[in-house]
Nanobody
Framework: QLQLVESGGGSVQPGGSLRLSCATS??????LGWFRQAPGKEQGVASI??????SYADSVKGRFTISLDNAKNTLYLQMNNLQTEDTAMYYC??????????????????RGQGTPVTVSS
């Protein structure tokens, strides 16, 4: 059964860190990534291919790191120096083929249930 299950969201103060995880099963996706949704806004955050090529939205470059543990079929998003504008519901997403860039992730055909991230003082 094809599944994407996120975990790791929470509440932090500005400048804090969180690590999101996404356990995948049922298929060896060629492209995985994260996107986020805030009221009225959806944004691809980061993507990674099975061979490790990554892509990031400009707003998170230098602060977020995407990684993939192929042995565990688990995707990660390390988020450092979080800011209030990072507050959103974060979704893990995956696609079997096609372009793999941060901006293509929201259109991926498979996604998890989401995990909330709140950054506030």
């Amino acid at each position: 059964q094809l599944q994407l299950v996120e975990s790791g969201g929470g509440s932090v103060q500005p400048g804090g860190s969180l690590r999101l995880s996404c356990a995948t099963s049922g298929y060896d996706f060629s492209c995985l990534g994260w996107f986020r949704q805030a009221p009225g806004k959806e944004q691809g955050v980061a993507s990674i291919t099975r061979v490790g090529r990554t892509s990031y939205a400009d707003s998170v470059k230098g602060r977020f790191t995407i990684s993939l543990d192929n042995a565990k079929n688990t995707l990660y998003l390390q988020m450092n120096n979080l800011q209030t504008e990072d507050t959103a519901m974060y979704y893990c997403a995956a696609r079997k083929s096609g372009l793999c860039y941060d901006w293509t992730i929201p259109a991926s055909e498979y996604r998890g249930q989401g995990t909330p991230v709140t950054v506030s003082s």
